[in-house]
């Protein structure tokens, strides 16, 4: 239900009593949630068709083929792997709409150091072809109570904007710390940035700046929001900082734990 209420007064200003008004918004809600029911059986009857678009292109591209032929067909592999990761990201999203309860989590003392290091390590190719400089001296060991593999999923994302949003021959810095009861995550680049209003809206759901939506730079809007909605869930929360013209920083705040990390070993690489 939501209520409104107004004073209402008369043509010389008195006091003539109030109109409230209550609406019953039922309604809408049962239509967002058959909608996004909608979305998620759709993009779920999508991946499986696409998965095999995906893997007989793969096939066919192991065979000798003219150079026209295999050019074509990478073309197609490449936007059939953006659909699919965009279909990805369409589930993700309305499974993690439902409430924050339903997103299956298994925390673990992390340190989000080493999961930080694997995610600069996945990204580095495509950072170093627009010669955008890595700098991850900021990383220190940090052991954090997440699931791995979801806070690797929010690194992933982190970083792969850093690198998409960038100049060219840009940097993107890394860091990691505790301070006690909190890990920090710092991811920061020098791209062309977010506008006051914009950071507003980073996080929503399907939000994609109006510089970026008409640029060779592809992605669904989705990103930001999954991670917000992981970070959230962990208890924690996550903040951008920007300047127009200089760059962007994301902030990850996790809880700290003092057990000893299930990953400890895999960072620094040996
Ligand atoms: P996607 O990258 O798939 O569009 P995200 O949810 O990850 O979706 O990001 C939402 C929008 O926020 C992006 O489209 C872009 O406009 C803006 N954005 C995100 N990260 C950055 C960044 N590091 N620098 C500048 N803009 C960014």
Known sequence: LTVTARRVYDDDGADAGAVVVSRDVTAELTAIRARDDLVASVSHELR??????????????????????????????????????IVADILAASSTNRSTVELSIAPEPTDVAAVAASSLELHAPRAAERGIRIDASGLEHAVAHVDPSR???VLDNL????????????????????????????????GHGISPAEQAQVFDRFFRSDSVRNTSTHGSGLGLSISREIVRSHGGDITVRS???????????????DEPATNANEWPAP
């Open 48 to 85: 499986t068709p696409l998965t095999s678009i995906v893997g007989y292109l793969e096939l066919v591209l192991d065979d000798d083929l003219a150079p026209s032929t295999r050019r074509g067909l990478e073309v197609a592999e490449r936007n059939a792997n953006r659909l699919l990761s």
């Open 151 to 153: 806070l690797r999923q």
């Open 159 to 190: 970083v792969s904007n850093a690198v998409k949003y960038n100049r060219d021959d840009g940097v993107i810095e890394v860091g990691t710390t505790s301070d006690g009861p909190h890990v920090w995550i710092v991811v920061r680049d020098s």
């Open 243 to 257: 300047d127009l013209g200089s760059g962007t920083t994301f902030v990850v705040r996790l809880p700290a734990t």
